[in-house]
């Protein structure tokens, strides 16, 4: 794991120690995720950057930029089939001076060109330069679990593992992307290819991009959920067999992250994901694999003591912390800088403070992102799957009517009053999810119905604060057989809230650190295998996850998981009433930065008030957060 940066300037002929000055402020400025080593490769047109976190051949050999041939390459990320590789390029004749993927990577390039990219198992972001042909060739991992900008603007070619690399770079135009800005205010994140800047684009997952020789960049696609998902075939074996099937896959898919040599832990919620993830890895080991929770002083957000219940039944080895409310504004303090680009989830902050205790134990650390994604496990999934046909059911003229009178009811009234009503009473956290729920009452399918239940602000409010109607959140998958429409809110999610949200998350608190994050339910073999499962084998009598539960039932007792999950909680909206009363205030009377954004500065004064006298105006608290965190982030980026 580790950071990269570079440049191609072909029209701007700049001195090379002035090249090498500037390249080396970009990659120093992300030296936070590659504490290990540094190294910069400068010629007449480019420039590239590297920051080394050492986790496989912790030699000299694995050092960045890496020549070879023809070829010099920087790589941020982990290929954990790197072996197999190496041992088939062996038998072409090809030599390796080192045990690194690095070296794997760049020689299996040689052989098969971007064909090579189907061979690899792994999260990856990287950049090959051709010193003969003067070409480069930028690849994201088919996910996206390891993030990649890139600029162009006026013959300026750049990319970065994070954007604060830009800034270091003379010409680096900030213009505002509104779009991106439209995004984040929905959603509390932006989405592949925005970003917050005009002329930075992020590198969709699955996508490799290739600069000719006049510098133009040219964007291919190698892989796709959406195409994976439609030509699926779906899986017809008996429930005994997919449960076998499944568990046989995972435990190889997360065997294959446990390789490193450095320590390697488990992040450890004691929710299914992350208890299965432990599962499968102890089950065959006979040391104690090494976990980690967070707790919380506030019971409220508490549940590190279900983490430890999981961990004494699997025999880990333990490691809990309970963080106090000094730690969570530390780290909030510093939101900005950790991320980049403005990030509404609220999720980071403690996310950012595990890794922080992990780090002190060990350099990588498992993730259990994604088994939502994949086996259904949001509550959206299984509300769309318990109402939506009953919602369709009724004409939509009359469900726009009753949207309409459900809509005059506040939320808080709507919190006390749904749960006596059949059906309703098992659905979690319902003062914030009525407003969206009552969106829901007008979609028109299925995904318009998730879209709606996704996003965090009516198309009213947005355009009261923007003066423009909702850009989709996520990229409209194809549509598919009734008993594979969950498989269709996989793709919509993975390609939106995975990627923009999860992994970013995930990804900038861990390097933020120089802790490792891996991601074992991200192999793509088992993206592929669970888009074969048809509906049953995801939810059945209205319980997610089924065929992972199934499995974990066979090391953990049901009785210790089978609860609701709080989640990374925290209490923001207490927060901006209180600790952040004054820059709140402030924000709102801020005319610079609302005009920057293109915002409606008597619209958010209002909102801001209301909020602030303990009212609900038209934006939800979540997006009185997501304006909060903008604030913060101009006032670094922008204004600083």
């Excluded at 500037?22 to 480019?46: R, W, Y």
């Excluded at 829901?440 to 009261?464: Q, W």
């Excluded at 990627?499 to 608190?509: H, P, Q, S």
């Excluded at 084998?537 to 997610?544: A, E, L």
Aim: hydrophobic share 40%.
């Amino acid at each position: 794991m580790c950071r990269i940066s570079g440049f191609y300037y072909p029209a701007h002929s700049q001195p090379i120690p002035q090249r090498s000055a500037i390249i080396g402020n970009m990659i120093q400025s992300l030296a936070h995720g590659g504490p290990d080593d540094e190294g910069i490769f400068v010629d007449q047109h480019v420039a590239l950057g590297h920051r080394r976190l050492s986790i496989i051949d912790l030699s000299a050999l694995g050092h960045q930029p890496y020549e070879w041939d023809k070829y010099v390459m920087v790589y941020n990320g982990e290929m954990y089939n790197y072996e197999e590789v190496r041992n088939e390029l062996l038998q072409k004749g090809y030599e390796f001076i080192s045990h690194s993927d690095t070296e794997v990577i760049i020689k299996a390039y040689h052989e098969w060109g971007t064909a090579c990219i189907h061979k690899f198992r792994g999260m990856f972001a990287f950049a090959i330069w051709n010193r003969l042909d003067q070409k480069m060739l930028l690849c994201r991992d088919r996910i996206g679990v390891k993030p990649l900008y890139w600029y162009w603007k006026d013959g300026l070619f750049m990319f970065a593992s994070e954007l604060k690399a830009f800034h270091h770079h003379p010409d680096f135009c900030k213009d505002i992307d509104y779009d991106a800005v439209n995004l984040y205010m929905q959603s509390g994140y932006i989405r592949s290819p925005y970003s917050i800047f005009k002329y930075v684009k992020k590198l969709e997952p699955g996508s490799y991009l290739s600069l000719d020789e006049k510098g133009q960049p040219q964007i291919l696609k190698y892989w796709s959920i959406d195409d994976k998902a439609k030509s699926a075939r779906l899986n017809a074996d008996a429930d005994e067999v997919v449960i076998k099937n499944t568990e046989d896959l995972l435990t190889e898919a997360f065997n294959l992250r446990m390789v490193a040599d450095v320590p390697v832990g488990v992040f450890l919620s004691g929710g299914i994901d992350s208890s299965l993830v432990t599962a499968l890895l102890q089950k065959d080991r006979d040391q104690p694999i090494n976990t980690y929770t967070i707790g919380f002083e506030d019971k409220v957000y508490d549940e590190s003591h279900h983490a430890a219940d999981v961990a004494k039944a699997l025999g880990t080895h333990h490691h809990s912390f309970i963080c106090k409310i000094s730690e969570f504004e530390r780290i909030t303090e510093s939101l900005s800088d950790i991320y980049d680009e403005p990030f509404g989830d609220s999720s980071g902050i403690p996310t950012t403070l595990v890794s922080e205790e992990a780090r002190k134990h060990v350099t990588v650390a498992l993730s259990a992102d994604a088994g939502d994604e994949l086996f259904s496990g949001y509550e959206r999934y299984l509300i769309a799957n318990k109402y939506y046909d009953k919602i369709s059911s009724v004409p939509y003229a009359l469900r726009g009517m009753a949207a309409g009178i459900a809509g005059l009811v506040s939320p808080a009234m709507a919190a006390s009053l749904l749960p006596k009503i059949p059906g309703f009473g098992d659905i979690k956290h319902l003062e914030i999810r009525y407003p969206k729920m009552v969106r829901a009452l007008k979609s028109k399918s299925r995904l318009d119905f998730l879209s709606l239940v996704t996003s965090s602000i009516t198309s009213e409010a947005l355009h009261g604060l923007m003066a423009s109607e909702p850009i989709p959140i996520f990229e409209m998958p194809s549509e598919l057989p009734q008993q594979q429409y969950l498989s269709m809110f996989t793709v919509a999610d993975a390609t939106s809230y995975l990627e923009g949200d999860i992994m970013t998350k995930v990804d900038r608190a861990t390097m933020s650190v120089a802790l490792e994050a891996r991601e074992p339910f991200l192999d793509h073999k088992v993206i592929e295998y669970a888009l074969s499962l048809p509906n049953k084998f995801k939810i059945r009598d209205h319980q997610s996850k089924w065929v992972l539960r199934q499995i974990l039932y066979q090391y953990v007792p049901a009785s210790a998981i089978e609860r609701r999950k709080q989640g990374f909680g925290i209490p923001f909206i207490q927060w901006l009433s209180t600790l952040y009363i004054h820059e709140v205030r402030d924000m709102a009377a801020d005319t610079v930065f609302l005009d920057h954004f293109k915002l409606n500065a008597d619209f958010v004064k209002k909102e801001t008030g209301l909020f602030l006298e303990g009212k609900t105006g038209m934006l939800e608290h979540g997006t009185l957060w997501y304006l909060f965190v903008l604030y913060r982030w101009y006032k670094r980026w922008i204004r600083a």
